[in-house]
């Protein structure tokens, strides 16, 4: 474990007992074994935490309510688990307790195509629901670059490169089914698109990180498969240039669906993993979605306020292969860029600022990065005015792990600066709660903990994420 | 006091000493002149109750905190008051105590054109608001009937006619003051557009009713003006088909930016209101946004659909003063009801249902209202699937009162029946307790008392209102 790991505490092992009357009511879906406890102590982010004790691997509602009430009696902390796609640590048992396992909770439970909304099992991956949707004329639009569950998804807030168009998750969840920390179940929610009908429950567990209930069950809103989509790649001299055109599409109400920017050095990497071609130089891949004529007229339009700022002619991906091929490559660039440093690990950053203030901030990040020598990309939702760094560190090496961590703080602290947030899609996890309270300050931290003593007296959910 | 209305306790006198130390802090800012708070005791809502001690008439957030500090310090309610508009008793002082008077706070703090987002005082209204962005290319887009105030609008998760393009305010707020039950002042949300930092405070604030803080400035979204903005009527025979004419429109994804219904009652009160001339049959009022050929193509799609189910051929508002009229028609459908029977109350309802189930809710309302004889109307945003009925009562016949209620409370338990909401945009206050526990359940409403309880530990802020 690293010292400098936050919300750490005592890593308790899970008491005997618990780990008897959990194997009495869950047999062979309850397993301790070492690389399967292993499996489920590690995400995507750089910190090095012990495993959980157990792993249950749920299948119901039920099974969670059960495991939640075992631990509950044993003051043991129940932490929830889906593809282990999380970048900031929401997932590590940084003060010990039991993994739950809700992969086996992949039903997609119900499709209203004519409501436009479907109700899965939070184990349900996004791929797998677009799956099932291919021929409903309907699509789940929250794509965040892995494959991730959408209780993960709902649980972490997350978005991807639709949000510009379609929202997060926080305008897409309907409703939701969580286990509360006494193991009892709450529903939250209707069918209906909007409600005015007291608190808003759906709202306050959407990027809770796991620490308010545990989500079970996700109603989502689906979006009608446009009549037309139109994919381009627009390249453009320099990183300001390509931002400059953005912030201007969205200022001038172009809708455009998608509008992912990558820098030079995440086009290397996705030309050397995806075999692409591309230019290696700053561009814009963007979607346009609606009629014929409306793809057309938003695509020329775009096209003109491209040129004005260097950009290039657009290179269209016409068919729907093409765009799967350059939309997977985006979606790889996290990949592709990690393979670029054999055995490195990524330190990725999450900011998100207001559109007029995009340009500077990535600006002057990219000058902090070219100065520090870290090998790093930059890849960003930025029709949202979110993007990321990622920062690619030996870990064997501190000093870049620290150098690495040196540049997110000056980035994070200029999106605060200027408006932003520290936290565009990824959550707080252990990673981000200094800047959290830095953003949010002790009087809105201090509403925020006592929702928690008020929602997890014992503090068995999750315990050490968002706050410590 | 009608005592089957909800909520009431024992409705205590304010405290002399609190009213004194109230005179020193606001001078003639303060009034217990029986006018005013008699005026400050009614919204829209047909609930009699005895009006609250004092009114304080509040120019800043200091201003609400300080008046805030004083009635906690004295165990007294406060309510805040805004236009007076909201329709289901939620601003009345059931409990008594002091209603803090926000109009005062009228200031547009800041337009930020560039990043299309606006933070105002809690008195501002929407109007005002629109008519500051004037020549700035943006607007605002939410629009209940009323020109209600911004911080009333939050409070109570208002909508209206551009819900279904533009979202409600749930979507449309993205960052808050609020003063908190002790007077802390508390910072909700950043500029960005979105973010995953922590639990969503400013999601928690909006639709609680001044029951768990008092709302003094709101950051809100503002949309760019369309380049081209076209509005048609479309008569249809009945009801059913113009429902069933939205329905096909939403579920072919035409991103129509108002769709209201109005039924034929509704049309003739506007008309004699209003002097349109409007068939007086039941019609869809329409509104396109686009680029001049997009609005021309929605609107071609819009016609051939509405033509399939026997609507008129569409007659246009071209010119912005006659789109104008017709929507300030529509915002007046409540009022011009009022008028079709002098001395009236109005009874509203307000459920929303998913949209496939609109056909047969409204169907079957309105089969229960022309059995009950009550006069009635009916407008709806029908985009979203939620509708109004207003139940034309004589305040001083009891039993109207009473029948209208029975037609609410067989309206809204169908609406539950059909996974829809017993509020889709008017909140809980007085009038929908029972509804709301019917719709969220024991589990979800012990959920929210506790979080009542963890923000407002002494019941002193609206006390009442969305349970008792």
């Not at 039920?62 to 902390?77: G, I, K, S």
């Not at 282990?84 to 993994?99: F, M, N, R, Y």
């Not at 591309?278 to 004529?293: K, N, R, T, V, Y």
Request: charged content about 20%; aromatic content about 4%.
């Amino acid at each position: 474990m690293n010292d400098r790991t936050p919300g750490v505490g005592t890593a308790r092992q899970a008491p005997a007992e618990l780990l008897q009357r959990l194997a009495q009511r869950f047999g062979e879906s309850l397993s301790t074994a070492r690389a399967v406890c292993e499996q489920h102590g590690r995400d995507e982010s750089p910190f090095d935490v012990p495993p959980p004790s157990a792993v249950v691997f749920c299948r119901s509602t039920e099974d969670v309510a059960d495991a939640v009430r075992l631990c509950a009696a044993f003051a043991t902390p129940v932490i929830a688990f889906g593809a282990g796609s999380s970048l900031e640590g929401q997932l590590l048992a940084v003060q010990g307790g039991v993994s739950l396992d809700l992969t086996p909770m992949n039903r997609v439970l119900e499709v209203v195509a004519e409501d436009m909304l479907a109700t899965v099992q939070a184990g349900v991956t996004r791929l797998q629901l677009n799956e099932e949707l291919r021929h409903s004329g309907l699509f789940f639009a929250i794509d965040p670059g892995a494959d991730a569950t959408l209780g993960g998804m709902t649980a972490t807030r997350a978005s991807g490169t639709n949000a510009v168009r379609y929202g997060t998750m926080r305008e897409n969840v309907l409703a939701l089914t969580v286990v509360l920390a006494d193991g009892s179940v709450v529903r939250t929610g209707t069918r209906a698109r909007k409600s005015s009908a007291g608190y808003d429950l759906t709202r306050l567990f959407v990027g809770s990180e796991g620490t308010l209930g545990i989500i079970t069950e996700v109603t989502v809103r689906l979006q009608p498969q446009p009549q037309a989509v139109a994919a381009a790649v627009c390249s453009f001299p320099d990183v300001a240039r390509a931002v400059g055109c953005t912030i201007e599409m969205i200022q001038s109400a172009l809708p455009i669906a998608r509008c992912e920017l990558m820098d030079a050095n995440a086009v290397r990497a996705v030309n050397a993993h995806d075999h692409l071609g591309l230019p290696e130089q700053p561009l814009l891949l963007m979607e346009f979605h609606g009629s014929p004529a409306g793809v057309r007229e938003q695509a020329e339009a775009a096209q003109q306020i491209a040129g004005e700022h260097g950009g290039s002619d657009f290179a269209w991906a016409d068919t729907p292969e093409e765009r799967g091929r350059l939309w997977k490559a985006r979606h790889h660039a996290y990949l592709s860029a990690l393979q670029t440093r054999p055995g490195c690990r990524c330190v990725t950053t999450d900011t998100c600022v207001p559109i007029s203030r995009l340009a500077e901030s990535i600006h002057d990040t990219v000058l902090e990065a070219d100065a520090a020598g870290l090998p790093y990309f930059v890849v960003g939702h930025v029709g949202d005015g979110n993007f990321h760094v990622g920062y690619l560190i030996d870990p064997l090496q501190p000093a870049e792990r620290e150098l690495a961590e040196t540049l997110n703080a000056s980035l994070v602290r200029r999106a605060l600066r200027l408006g932003g947030t520290c936290s565009g899609e990824h959550g707080v996890g252990l990673h981000k709660q200094q800047f959290l309270l830095e953003e949010a300050g002790e009087q809105a931290i201090g509403l925020m903990r006592a929702l928690k003593r008020t929602l997890d007296p014992a503090g068995i959910l999750n315990p050490g994420k968002i706050f410590s």
